[in-house]
């Protein structure tokens, strides 16, 4: 569904991608992993468009996205930190993506919004949110709309662990849809249940892209955050 | 008022006893003017009675007075002088003069004065007349509560209103002009006075002056003219109580002084002029009680003008009060009342106790560099203005009111 | 389109500080109007208001706004929208909040007491000022990627034209004060919006008299129609300009 080539990415002298190749595919979660610099984000953004890569082409749906735009309706973002207009409430900017993304007969995804109870803070502005709350915002826009693909960045930061549970449910929910799921996280214990394939980055390079049944046979370890942690010695040293 | 001056003439001449009045009119024996003066001697009466005359030139060589019942109207059909003017003595009185010839070789009049003394022209309207009233060498003569109207659109093919040349001792009294090149035109002119006339509209200036000394002009009104009053190459000229108002224009002026010496300018009023009084080359004249409200610039003294003497003027709404263009200033200002002064009086004597310096930088560059002027009301200059109130670098150190008054003096 | 400016319009406007801008200007032109005993006075004290004041809050608020949508244009940006899209919708949510701001508070009472050709002259440049002072603002803002530094440059920027512009215009004038200069300056005055304004302004008003002075060049080119229709023109191409530079470079900029 998604296939980078060969992606690099510089900001001046620093280089955030090197040379990055990889296919994601229909029905798969895949964790984004690696230390903090590594280049996740970068890819993520790459993926959306928000980064013009300086060398390489991603494709979507086998369509170059390079001046392309419309490629973004199959795909629900949900950024680390989500900031919105001060003065918009929730009512509002819900109202204002469903008018930018609505497309006729498509059926509004509303699961989340019930959840977190988004629905009683709707005159709320936003300025007057906690960080959680706009999380929250931010996690029920991205599966508003029944995308394909969905791109979680730091999902569960300032969550509570009730709200990290529903978004878990719902995340293992859409999968389970045939939904193909990009997550990054620092929390990888949280990610155990919900991945089937782990891209690990380190300094702009992928160092793997394995299922995570591979990792276990491979470092001999059940939990996730185990497994990591003996790549990365293994990496490193 | 006619009936009882016909009277007084009739009493007079009754007295000197071999007067006669000859009427004229269409209704009378004799039908046109010509006649009456053929068969006139002198000291008679030519009473002329209402209606439309065409008598081509008419010209008066015999000492008489012609008098218009109800403003007989003289055609000059576009062609000729309508009257001609060519005995001593003469008086016109009511009529109403039109269309006279339009020459650019002759100055064609409505009414000319030749080379004569004690006329007297007055009460009589004039309409589309190419000069107004003339003088050539006049002497004694008056010319007073006369309306002058034209309508020139050219300054070249424009006469003027009230018209002097090599005169003297002449009286141009409650006149009403407009529509001329120059209202009222003085050129080597002595021993005159201008007295309560009125000047709008006119193509150039409300009043011209060239070579005419020792006169006087006392309480006119000149408004909206082309450019103001001039007075130039002239000394020992009075101005007093003037009125010149809205000369509002690209190089309008309220009054325009070059070449003066010796004059006094007193409680006259400039209001709403592009500049109030601008002064080229004039020395020894004392101005006072004059108010300057609302104009560009009040006062342009140019660096060429020495002792020239500003006492108790008033200021007020002025752009710009004083402008100059050199560094050398040998006038004096004392006594006047500016509004834009921030001083203060601390011992209360109605007199601000630091100097005003009438002068801003922004006018100065302006003199400088007329260009600068693109910046206009800009930040950038009122900041300049600002500065240089606290450090004066550009404006002429001694260009400055030492005793300004706090209070406008109610003039 | 629509949709965004509709709700950046709604956002903006609910700003407190858009609601001081626009009540200080209000106050300000009702004082004016009424502390002065003719209108057309009036006018000329808001002449100055309104060429310092409106630019600086035009280009501070924009700017600062930019900045702090960030993150929600990188939200926007990740949806299905062109980018083109999405600038030019802040674009006109930011200059028609400001323009409805000026017109509230300095155009009302303007048309209220001096509906004249000089008081539309001055609504009229007044409400492009406000625009291209947003254009200008989201140039600075998309160039420079740090808040802080990009602040700078806006109060930078706000300074050129107000004041820096004049003071290097007068150099010059001194520098070349033996060659006419007048027709240069005629050209030169396109060069900032702010004086351009100014210019027009005065010319509608009966100091114009006072500009006639440095020969009638002003008056000639500014004071006739085509003058002031070519004026407007390049106060327009002050807003297309700077739009269209920034909207390159948003479309090739990494949020």
Known sequence: MIIASNVSKKFGKLTALDNVSVTCNKGECIALIGPNGSGKTTLIKSILGMVVCNSGFITFNEKNILHDWQYRAHIGYMPQIGRYPDNMTIGQMLEMMKDIRHQKNAVLDEDLVQQFKLNELLHKRMRTLSGGTRQKVSAALAFLFNPDVLILDEPTAGLDPVATEILKDKIIAEKQKGKLVLITSHILSELDDLVTQVIYMQDGVLQFHKTIEDLRKDTGQEKLSKAIASVMVKING | MKAFITIIVFVLFAVTGNAKTIRVGKLQAIKTIQQAIQIAAKGDTVLVDAGLYHEKNLIINKTIFLIGINHPVLDGENQYENISIKADGVVVDGFKVVHSGVSSIEDFAGIKIYNRRDVIIKNNILDDTFFGIYSQYGTNCTIEKNTLTANSKEEQQAGNGIHCWKSDSMRIIANTISGHRDGIYFEFVTNSVIWRNTSFNNLRYGLHFMFSNNDAYITNIFKNNGAGVAVMFSNHVKMFNNYFEENWGDASYGLLLKEISDGYINNNHFTKNTTGIHMEGASRIAMEKNVFDNNGWALKIQASCMDIVLTKNNFISNTFDVGTNGSLVLNTFNNNYWDKYDGYDLNKDKIGDVPYRPVSMYSMIIEQNPPAMMLFRSFMTSLLDKTEKIIPTLTPENLKDDHPLMKPLPL | ?255
């Not at chain 3, 100091?207 to 006739?224: E, P, R």
């Open chain 3, 1 to 255: 389109m629509k949709k965004i400016i509709k709700y950046v319009i709604i956002d903006i406007l609910r700003n407190k500080i858009m609601l001081a801008y626009t009540l200080f200007l209000l106050l300000i032109s009702l004082s004016v109007f009424n502390l002065e005993d003719n209108s057309a006075k009036g006018l000329l004290s808001l002449l100055n208001i309104i060429l310092i004041i409106v630019p600086l809050v035009s280009i501070m608020f924009s700017a600062i706004y930019v900045y702090n949508s960030a993150e929600f244009l990188e939200l926007l940006v990740s949806q299905p929208l062109k980018r083109k899209t999405i600038w030019l919708s802040v674009f006109s949510g930011l200059a028609s909040s400001l323009a409805i701001a000026f017109f509230v508070g300095a155009g009302i009472p303007i048309l209220l007491y001096e509906a004249t050709a000089t008081g539309f002259m001055m609504l009229g440049t007044g409400l492009l000022l406000s625009v291209i002072f947003v254009a200008i603002a989201m140039l600075a803002a998309v160039i420079t990627r740090d808040k802080a530094k990009g602040i700078g440059v806006a109060i930078l920027l706000w300074l050129y034209f107000s004041l820096l512009f004049d003071g290097l215009v007068l150099f010059v004038l001194f520098q070349f004060a033996d060659y006419p200069m007048e027709k240069i300056m005629v050209g030169v005055s396109t060069l900032n919006p702010i004086d351009l304004s100014r210019i027009l302004i005065l010319l509608k008003m009966d100091v114009s008299a006072l500009m006639g002075y440095t020969g009638a060049i002003f008056k000639n080119f500014f004071g006739t129609q085509t003058g002031v229709l070519l004026s407007f023109l390049v106060l327009t191409l002050w807003i297309v300009i700077p739009t269209w530079l920034s909207l390159r470079k948003f479309n090739r900029k990494d949020l």
